[in-house]
């Protein structure tokens, strides 16, 4: 994807987004004007990826602060603590939305003295400072990535950590992104990913926009391909990153570190210091979004199982710390044992 193609901006008093379930055949935008609606794109998965649903939220928190009718500052922050409540509960795996909305209540409430039109001004603000704080760590995250990135090789990805999944340039196709721009021969292996494709869909176009060499597989081919040898390495995004640096990420990301290990093969999480939540010390406590069978059962609208056949969706899973090589944060790169090292990122030392 271009820097300029974005994914979620303010405009008109609306927070506007790239309709990302109608991608890529069709650039639908939409401008979201009630709260409501903010929250249905982040659940229905309009906006999707851990660093987007984030700024998303706190343009969400924006727009109630600039539609409220509340007089005085304590009115107007109990209105953004009810907002953050519910976006919150719109998809519970992505700890950088939970993230994005504390930091928005809180900065509000670090204004209430002076104010209701300085907390509704300044959370405006606000919410842009985190849209471009996410578009630097991205960039940061390439540079730190890149070196990771063979000089002439193959890279695997699953799910889509791309521009469209942040603010741009994405977090796993940051590295990619750089390594190419760098002049490294890179050929990136797309998993499909099923049930939602967000490769098949997201990762395949936005590489294809960059002119970034590609080869979509549907996500059971992984195995076969490394066993031929033709991945050199993987690199995936996370929705969250816990103290001892167990990973969770979209489904399937579990059993492509486990062939990654048994073919011998490196494999890099990125993801900007805000996917780190050290308040958990392990992945079990990691809460997994479970989402509608019908995503499963059916293909674009259309039924691809019998009709009352029941079909599990988690759309998450954890990836052991054992399995994960090194973690590539907008701070640095991090490596095993992971613990010191994420507390260092967190704490900016
Ligand atoms: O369900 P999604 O599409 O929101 O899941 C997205 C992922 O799993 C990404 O890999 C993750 O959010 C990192 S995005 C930079």
Redesign the pocket.
């Known amino acids: 994807m271009s820097d300029e193609l974005r994914t979620v901006w303010w405009e008109n008093a609306a927070v506007c987004l790239i309709d990302q379930r109608r991608l890529p055949h069709e650039q639908i935008i939409l401008h979201c004007t009630e709260l409501e609606s903010v929250a249905h794109a982040i659940k229905s998965?309009q906006v999707?990826?851990?660093?987007a649903?984030g700024c998303t939220a706190a343009y969400g928190m924006a727009l109630v602060a600039q539609k409220s009718a509340a007089t005085s500052a304590d009115a107007l922050l109990d209105e953004l603590a009810a907002a953050k409540d519910v976006l919150d509960a719109q998809?519970p795996t992505?700890v950088n939305l939970a993230w994005a909305t504390r930091r928005m209540l809180a900065y509000g409430q670090g204004l209430a003295a002076a104010g209701v039109a300085a907390v509704r001004e300044g959370v405006l603000n606000e919410a842009h400072t985190i849209l471009a704080e996410d578009l630097a760590m991205c960039h940061a995250i390439g540079r730190h990535g890149a070196e990771l990135i063979p000089e002439r090789g193959h890279v695997l990805t699953h799910?889509?950590?791309g521009g469209l999944?942040?603010a741009g340039y994405?977090?796993?196709l940051a590295p990619i992104r750089t390594a190419f721009n760098d002049g490294h021969a890179v050929h990136v292996f797309v998993d499909e990913t099923r049930p939602?494709l967000?490769g098949a869909r997201l990762t395949a176009w936005e590489l294809q926009q960059a002119g970034i060499p590609l080869t979509l597989i549907t996500d059971n081919m992984a195995g076969f391909m490394m066993r031929r040898g033709e991945i050199d390495c993987v690199i995936?995004?996370?929705?969250r990153i816990v103290a001892n640096g167990d990973v969770a990420?979209?489904i399937g990301t579990y059993s492509v570190a486990v062939l990654a290990q048994a073919h011998g093969l490196p494999f890099y999480v990125a993801?900007p210091s805000s996917t780190i939540d050290l308040s958990l010390a392990h992945g079990d406590l990691i809460p997994i979004e479970e989402r509608s069978s019908e995503e499963v059962t059916h293909l674009a609208g259309v039924a691809i199982a019998p009709e009352g056949v029941t079909a599990a969706h988690p759309?998450?899973d954890v990836t052991p710390h054992t399995l994960v090589t090194a973690i590539i944060t907008e701070r640095g790169v991090v490596y095993p044992p992971f613990a010191d090292g994420l507390r260092a990122i967190v704490s900016g030392s």
């Not at 999707?48 to 660093?51: D, L, Q």
């Not at 995936?236 to 929705?239: K, L, P, R, Y």
């Open positions: 998965m999707r990826g851990a660093p649903i998809r992505a799910c889509n950590a999944a942040t994405g977090t796993a939602f967000q995936v995004g996370a929705d990420n979209k993801a759309a998450f």
